[in-house]
């Protein structure tokens, strides 16, 4: 069964640190990953995708994802949290080819940022 | 060029009422998905629609849920009878393919009271 479990309901940093916010995914075939951030009573706003080439992805706003296909991985990070990433972060994941190719996303039950100042 | 709209952004209905979600896909996008976030959850899928056609429906409630997306207009959310655990927020997202990615609208939240 395909499926994509971000670990933490929350992570919290300070204003100024690096962050890190995790994604473990399973999926038949090459995976196509997503990440997307939810403000307060707001849609999905799209961050970066992998598909293929780098493992590591650069994105909206300063984040980057790194895909590990070993550790089947596609953890989400900032080099310098601002206050105003606070938001729910979700993880997705795309399977591509065969009878699961209608692009429907399956996505983690997301984490919460709260970046302190 | 306008997003993903939809409407209405929030709707109350009481039990047993019909509830509608309209979404208006970005132009020239022509795949539609419809979402669906529990309170507390990630986003379920519900149903991927082309033009005039449903190509996947595999997360939609056997019964009182039904969709569309015909030739001309919006796409069409229709909820019958709704109960309260229908009360959840409802996303919709559009795509000018499957290998891309979707814009998503800033759903409709729905309240059965």
């Known amino acids: 069964a395909q499926s994509v479990a971000q670990p933490e309901d929350q992570v919290n940093v300070a204003e100024g640190n690096p962050l890190t916010v995790k994604c473990t995914y399973s999926?038949?075939?090459?995976?196509?990953l997503f990440w997307y951030v939810q403000y307060p009573n707001r849609g999905l706003q799209f961050l970066l995708k992998?598909?293929?080439?780098?493992?590591l992805v650069k994105g909206s706003y300063g984040f980057e994802a790194e895909f590990n296909k070993s550790q089947t991985s596609f953890h989400l990070k900032k080099p310098s949290a601002l206050v105003s990433d606070s938001a729910l972060y979700f993880c997705?994941?795309?399977?591509?080819?065969?009878?699961?190719?209608?692009?429907?996303?399956?996505f983690g039950q997301g984490t919460t940022l709260q970046v302190k100042p | 060029n306008a997003g993903v709209m939809q409407n209405p952004r929030h709707l109350v209905r009481r039990r047993g009422q019909e509830a509608r979600l309209r979404c208006s896909p970005m132009?020239?996008?022509?795949?539609v998905y419809w979402y669906r976030q529990l309170p507390e959850e990630g986003l379920k899928f519900m149903v991927y629609?082309?033009?005039?056609?449903?190509?996947?429906e595999s997360g939609m409630p056997k019964e009182r849920f039904s969709a569309e997306f015909p030739k001309e207009g919006p796409s069409i959310l229709r909820i019958q009878q709704v109960v309260r655990g229908d009360s959840a927020a409802y996303f919709c997202?559009?795509?000018?393919?499957?290998?891309?990615?979707?814009?998503f609208g800033s759903g409709t939240r729905l309240t059965v009271v």
């Open positions: 997202a559009s795509s000018s393919g499957t290998h891309y990615g979707y814009t």
């Open positions: 999926v038949s075939g090459n995976p196509y």
């Open positions: 992998y598909i293929t080439g780098d493992n």
């Open positions: 997705a994941v795309r399977a591509s080819g065969g009878s699961s190719n209608t692009g429907k996303l399956i």
């Open positions: 132009k020239g996008h022509s795949h």
């Open positions: 629609l082309q033009k005039e056609n449903i190509i996947d």
